[in-house]
C-alpha cells in the first residue's frame, strides 16, 4: 500500500534525524573507513571529509552535532579549520582534534583555538576514542 510506504518513509526521516550527527574530518582513507565504522556502530550518523575547506560553508548549511578532525591534512589543516569555525558566532559545534602531535606547544595551542578535547589517536583504542568523543555529544 502507498501510504503505508509513505508512512515508512516519514518515520525513517524522523528516526534519522533524531540520530546525532558527526562530521569527521580525516584525510587518511583506512582511519576514515575504521571511523565510520566505529561510530555507526555507536549510533551516530557519519559524514566523513579529506579536509575541511568544503565543509566551512556546509557546517552552517546543515550543522553536525560533533567534529572530530585532524590536524595534518593538505588544503586547509585541522588548525585553520578551527580557526575560522570558531571565529563564526553563529558555529557552537563540540570539536574533538583527534591527532598524531605530540609536542605540548602544539597541543596547547590546540586549546587555545577552543578545541574541547585533543586525543592523540595512535594512544587510544578506536573503541575508547568513540567513547571519548561521544561523551562530548549535547
Avoid: H
Avoid at 579536509?51 to 591534512?73: A, Q, R, S
Avoid at 596547547?108 to 561523551?135: C, G, H, M, P
Wanted: net charge positive; charged share 25%.
Amino acid at each position: 500500500n502507498k501510504r503505508v510506504l509513505y508512512g515508512l518513509r516519514i518515520l525513517f526521516f524522523i528516526i534519522q534525524n533524531m540520530k546525532k550527527k558527526i562530521l569527521i574530518i580525516e584525510d587518511d582513507t583506512d582511519l576514515q573507513k575504521i571511523y565510520k565504522s566505529y561510530f555507526e556502530k555507536a549510533g551516530l550518523i557519519v559524514t566523513i571529509a579529506d579536509n575541511g575547506l568544503k565543509w566551512i560553508t556546509k557546517i552552517l548549511e546543515n550543522p553536525p552535532d560533533i567534529i572530530m578532525l585532524d590536524v595534518l591534512m593538505p588544503q586547509m589543516n585541522g588548525i585553520e579549520f578551527l580557526e575560522t569555525i570558531k571565529n563564526q558566532s553563529s558555529i557552537k559545534i563540540p570539536t574533538v582534534v583527534c591527532s598524531s602531535l605530540t609536542k605540548q606547544w602544539d597541543i596547547d595551542n590546540i586549546y587555545r583555538l577552543w578545541a574541547d578535547l585533543f586525543i592523540n589517536k595512535f594512544e587510544y583504542k578506536i573503541q575508547e576514542l568513540v567513547e571519548k568523543v561521544t561523551s562530548y555529544i549535547k
